[in-house]
Nanobody, 126 residues
Framework: QVQLVESGGGLVHTGGSLRLSCAASGRAFSSYSMGWFRQAPGKEREFVAA????????YYTDSVKGRFTISRDNAQNTVYLQMNSLKPEDTAAYYCAARTWVSSMSLIVSTSYNYWGQGTQVTVYS
């Protein structure tokens, strides 16, 4: 069983920055692929960013490329999402996800993950 706890959300002005953190339990964190998803009110959950376990390859949805950066610290069992140049359309609940099993599924697909955090709210005001 893996527990994921997100933190770092909040209220920020357009153009501001936030860093989300996701702390994971478990001894095998370095072997987990990790992802961030978000869900705005009335919308479906969407992929934001992911980082693979093997080579640390990173993936981003087009709308956040160049603004968001996903990274991981395996010694701290933590994955981060640095969000810069925030826009009102980035407002959403942000969820951390872990894939602890070997799979050929793309990391941008939510069903690829088997553990989820409770989410942290990000609100960007103009």
């Amino acid at each position: 069983q893996v527990q994921l706890v997100e933190s770092g959300g909040g209220l920020v002005h357009t153009g501001g920055s936030l860093r989300l953190s996701c702390a994971a339990s478990g001894r095998a964190f370095s072997s987990y692929s990790m992802g961030w998803f978000r869900q705005a009110p009335g919308k479906e959950r969407e992929f934001v960013a992911a980082i693979s376990w093997r080579a640390g390859n990173t993936y981003y949805t087009d709308s956040v490329k160049g603004r968001f950066t996903i990274s991981r610290d395996n010694a701290q069992n933590t994955v981060y999402l640095q969000m810069n140049s925030l826009k009102p359309e980035d407002t959403a609940a942000y969820y951390c996800a872990a894939r602890t099993w070997v799979s050929s599924m793309s990391l941008i697909v939510s069903t690829s993950y088997n553990y989820w955090g409770q989410g942290t709210q990000v609100t960007v005001y103009s």
